[in-house]
């Protein structure tokens, strides 16, 4: 059975729903990162499971129980803000022994579970540390040990690591998915960043104006995009208009190759840039110009310009990068070539 289940979810601002029907499943011991650009209803969705949100239709159940009417502390779940909300003026055990003290526990007991959070995350020994002293990450892990303390049956975090620098947060979501596979904590998180969600979570559900544009494990939704809105979120720009024969996509582009089975007729195309490989004159099936070149570290992306077609993004090794101004020629992959379900483009934020 699922622990969370949301069943035609919805919430209306002013008329606008902002939460639209959602459907939504949390299995036991899942990490589930929602993932969507800014006003898509994120963290709205996690303000209904709360209980800080009343839903204006549908239903949310916690082990198969209805909450409608079950107030946000009798719900028995954690909730970590993007801004930690610590409090300020006392020290990192008291701070941590928050949600314990509300539960009731006894002094000792209370001390001793604080040592074992603070340990967990990274922080023995911080106890009598003032707040103010520590640094974004060492907050972050406060707040985490904070909303862990009362043990939550599902622990939901908002834009978790969303202040951090970026050597800190590929840091702390790969320790925070060890914990959290340690401990069988239920997660649903929340995040704009997609690196974060596909690091953290089994499975991630892309969200749209307040609906559900796709859901999988992240590697299937990176593979296998549902449309041309989840393709772009994920920061794929090569997709155009294209008309499917057989194995062959006609395209701006010229003739391209799609995977076996591929719907056929006219649809969107996405060539991820992996499948715009950079061949001999002789076996090219589209000549270029490079119009720009950045390091991304594991490879260089390449902008090409294909005549008067649409622009191309390819991915090559920096050994291979050729230079801008070059003429390159180009051959395509099926394997990295989707086509797409239909969807309006539009990303918004
Ligand atoms: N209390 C409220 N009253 C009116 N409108 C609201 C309220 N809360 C949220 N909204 C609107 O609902 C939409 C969704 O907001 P929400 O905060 O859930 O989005 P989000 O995906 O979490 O965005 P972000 O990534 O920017 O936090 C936005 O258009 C927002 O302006």
New binding site residues.
């Given amino acids: 059975m699922s622990l969370l289940e949301l069943d035609d979810a919805t919430v209306r ?2 008329g ?1 729903a ?2 639209d029907d959602v459907d939504l499943e949390v299995a036991e011991h899942e990490i589930v990162c929602v993932l ?10 996690l ?1 209904a499971v709360a209980g800080l ?1 009343p839903l204006d239709g549908g239903r949310v159940l916690l082990g198969g129980a209805d909450q409608a009417g079950v107030p946000a502390h009798k719900r028995g779940v954690g909730l970590m803000f993007q801004d930690h909300q610590l409090f300020p003026q006392r020290d990192v055990g008291q701070n941590v022994a928050f949600g314990l003290r509300m539960h009731g526990a006894g002094k000792h007991e209370q001390a001793e579970h604080v040592r074992e959070l603070l340990g967990l995350v990274g922080l023995p020994g911080a106890e009598r540390r003032p707040v103010g002293a520590l640094s974004g990450g060492e907050q972050q892990r406060v707040a985490l040990a904070r909303a862990l303390a009362p043990s939550p049956r599902l622990l939901m975090l ?2 978790p690591l969303g202040q951090l620098d970026r050597t800190l947060r590929e840091r702390l979501v790969v320790e925070l998915r060890e914990l959290f596979g340690e401990l069988g904590t239920t997660v649903l998180a ?1 995040t ?1 960043d997609q690196g974060e969600a596909f690091a953290l979570a089994d499975r991630v559900v892309v ?1 749209r104006d ?1 609906r559900i544009a796709q859901t999988g494990t992240p590697l299937e939704v990176w593979q296998n995009p549902a449309d041309e809105f989840v393709a772009r979120f994920l920061g794929f720009d090569n997709v155009v208009e294209a008309t499917v024969t057989g194995a062959v996509a006609d395209t701006p582009w010229g003739k391209v190759p799609v995977p076996d089975g591929s719907e056929q007729g006219v649809c969107r195309l996405l060539v991820r840039p992996a499948g715009v490989r950079l061949v001999p004159a002789a076996e090219a099936q589209l000549t270029c110009a490079v119009t720009a070149r950045t390091f991304r570290g594991t490879h260089v992306a390449l902008h090409l310009q294909p005549g008067d077609a649409p622009r191309l993004e390819a991915a090559c090794a920096l050994r291979e990068a050729p230079e801008p101004g070059d003429e390159v020629g180009v051959a395509f992959d099926a394997a990295d070539i989707v086509v797409l379900g239909a969807g309006v483009a539009r990303v918004t ?1």
């Fill in positions: 601002f002013g606008h902002v939460l969507g650009p800014s006003g898509s209803g994120k963290s709205t969705l303000r949100q908002d834009e929340v704009h969200m307040g934020g």
